[in-house]
């Protein structure tokens, strides 16, 4: 089945400094999801990326798509308080977008 | 527009006894899914509904779960008898479309003593 490996595995940034957490898959990358969870809530949908080579970008957060490296990338500009949280990647098994594996997390602190 | 809805937020009980979650999708999404965090692992696939029939559910870990989903609008998933390798946080999903993106409720923390 396919794996996931986030990294890191958590960070640390100071406000207003950038950030970027990867995601490698073990198998060839169909397409991508990225979440972002806060503590006792559920999965907030970020980004999805469903070609390589796509860019996305929303406010201040952006990811790629890399399907030859099969590894995607979120990066966070200029770092909020309000990004603080876990981020996850999720990546859809073959053609069933709904059925996703899930990476471990990357555990992103802000700090002022 | 009201996201996906979980009953109960938590819930405790005993080895032995029996559990039964509770998901709300958002109105008009025929696609649902069930997906659990066992303490320490990923977030892994249940199973999936279209509508009122399940698609697949080739993550049910064994015959003590059973879901649900009755006219095709909310659904339940059952565990009788729960084990103490249960205890985790199930997370209800639902989309439009097959392709459409994943959202997610809030989860049941379920934890079985």
């Known amino acids: 089945s396919q794996e996931l490996e986030q990294s890191p595995q958590s960070l640390i940034v100071q406000e207003g400094k950038n950030l970027t957490i990867n995601c490698t898959s073990s198998?060839?990358?169909?397409?991508l999801y990225w979440y972002k969870q806060k503590y006792g809530e559920g999965l907030i949908f970020l980004m999805m990326?469903?070609?390589?080579?796509e860019e996305k970008s929303h406010e201040k957060i952006t990811a790629k798509l890399d399907e030859k490296k099969q590894q995607s990338s979120l990066h966070i500009t200029a770092s909020q308080p309000s990004h603080a949280g876990i981020y996850l990647c999720g990546a859809p098994e073959t053609d069933s977008w709904g059925k996703l594996q899930f990476g471990a997390g990357t555990q992103v602190v802000v700090t002022p | 527009e009201a996201g996906v809805t979980q009953f109960p937020s938590h819930s405790v009980i005993e080895k032995g006894q029996t559990v039964t979650l509770r998901c709300d999708p958002i109105s008009g999404h025929d696609n649902l899914y069930w997906y659990r965090r066992v303490m320490g692992k990923e977030i892994k696939f249940l199973l999936h509904f279209v509508k009122e029939s399940k698609q697949d559910e080739s993550g049910m870990p064994n015959n003590r779960f059973l879901a649900e989903r009755t006219g095709g609008t909310y659904s339940t998933l059952k565990v009788q008898p729960a084990e103490l390798e249960d205890s985790g946080v199930y997370f209800c999903?639902?989309?439009?479309?097959?392709?459409?993106?994943?959202?997610f409720g809030n989860g049941t923390r379920l934890t079985v003593t």
């Open positions: 999903a639902s989309s439009l479309q097959f392709w459409s993106p994943l959202h």
């Open positions: 990326l469903q070609k390589g080579g």
């Open positions: 198998k060839t990358l169909y397409g």
